[in-house]
């Protein structure tokens, strides 16, 4: 029995062509600097505009809220370098808080300096501080380090309250709202002197904020992320980890330390032992934890939830009841996003756009 030839002459099949998909694939990339970057940068910017004009429009108790907001942001954004980027838990940016507004009620109650000038000698005063504070971090870290911020904080209004002919001591210092007229140059009167803080809040805000993003993306920022990451092989790669650490303590007591200042304009009043405590430190770290650390905006979130949050759950209870709920409602958020809402709400926006870095420019070695 033979078998039947096998016919080579058939014509094989030919493969059916995958049909393209007419939809993108998500995510959308987007390179920086580009032009759909540049459209999204513009909307962000306008967005920002529009509801700074808009809070400059509202009345004087809601502008208030929000000049608080705007404080109180300032003083994370500075906590946010050492804590967010650095790695480094401070328990006592409390006293950089207060040596600010402390140095801003001085400078005017004591030797009659208009209140504006007084900002400049706090950032110097904060800086220098925060570089001593810092100098334990080269040699601790962890919760040691945090012992020392800790005591740092504690020891502030007993300092304030040693010197109690300069401060005030327990029965503080208050500034009299003369003293606090808006320049000539800015057009408003002292009446309007809320309107005048709400802007100068906002405005040291953002250009505090466009500061803190420069710095980041800058060679420190790196060497901070990277001391941060693996101290080790930072180290081994060249970073002066000390250095690093130190600065990072400075340069977030500057920042902290312009807060106070405009928390002493705001407040016009100074008690070390009601404004300047662990729980306003406390507070600092609640808003740095809710906004998200080691990130641009998050500062601002979590300002909008110290402010807010208390004052909204004081309606609903009173007493030891608002405690609770502020409480509940913080161990809400931290559960659904343990990452801060800014990280949260970054790790939701990834899945629909990603930006990646701009395509670099050639090198051209000049002979």
């Not at 998500?26 to 999204?40: A, D, E, G, K, T």
């Not at 809070?55 to 500075?78: E, K, N, P, S, W």
């Not at 002919?165 to 320049?183: C, F, K, M, S």
């Not at 250095?243 to 312009?258: D, E, W």
């Amino acid at each position: 029995m033979t078998a039947a030839p096998v016919n080579d002459t058939t014509p094989a099949i030919a493969p059916q062509p995958v049909k393209e998909r007419r939809s993108q694939r998500l995510p959308w990339v987007v390179r920086r600097n580009s032009l759909p970057h540049l459209v999204m940068v513009v909307v962000g910017l306008a967005i920002v505009g529009a509801v700074v004009v808009w809070g400059g429009g509202l009345g004087q108790f809601d502008q208030g809220q929000l000049t608080r907001v705007a404080i109180y942001a300032i003083a994370i954004v500075g906590l946010n370098i050492v804590t967010g980027y650095a790695g480094l838990v401070s328990v006592g940016h409390s006293a950089f808080f207060g040596l600010g507004a402390y140095t801003t009620g001085v400078l005017v109650v004591r030797y009659g300096w208009q209140a504006e000038y007084t900002i400049p000698v706090a950032l110097v005063l904060c800086f220098v501080v925060g570089l001593i504070v810092g100098l334990p971090a080269i040699r601790i870290r962890g919760l040691y380090l945090a012992m020392v911020t800790l005591a740092f904080g504690v020891a502030f209004p007993e300092v304030v309250n040693r010197f109690e002919d300069l401060t005030g001591g327990a029965q503080g210092l208050t500034i009299r709202l003369r003293t606090l007229r808006p320049p000539d140059w800015s057009g408003f009167t002292l009446a309007e002197r809320g309107q005048w803080l709400y802007w100068t809040a906002v405005v040291l805000l953002l250009v505090i904020m466009l500061v803190v993003h420069n710095i980041v993306r800058s060679r420190y920022g790196l060497a901070l992320v990277a001391t941060r990451d693996n101290e080790l092989a930072a180290a081994a790669s060249g970073v002066n980890v000390a250095m690093v650490k130190t600065m990072s303590f400075g340069v977030s007591g500057a920042i902290t330390g312009v807060g106070g200042c405009l928390f002493a304009i705001y407040l016009a009043s100074l008690v070390a032992h009601d404004s300047f405590t662990l729980l306003n430190a406390v507070a600092l770290l609640i808003g740095l934890v809710i906004g998200g650390q080691a990130t641009r905006s998050g500062p601002i979130v979590g300002a909008l939830a110290v402010v807010y949050i208390p004052y909204y759950t004081s309606d609903i209870g009173q007493g030891q009841a608002a405690a609770v709920l502020f409480g509940v409602v913080l161990i809400a958020i931290v559960f659904i996003a343990p990452e801060g809402v800014i990280g949260g709400l970054g790790r939701l926006v990834r899945r629909v756009l990603v930006v990646i870095p701009a395509v670099p420019k050639p090198f051209n070695k000049k002979d």
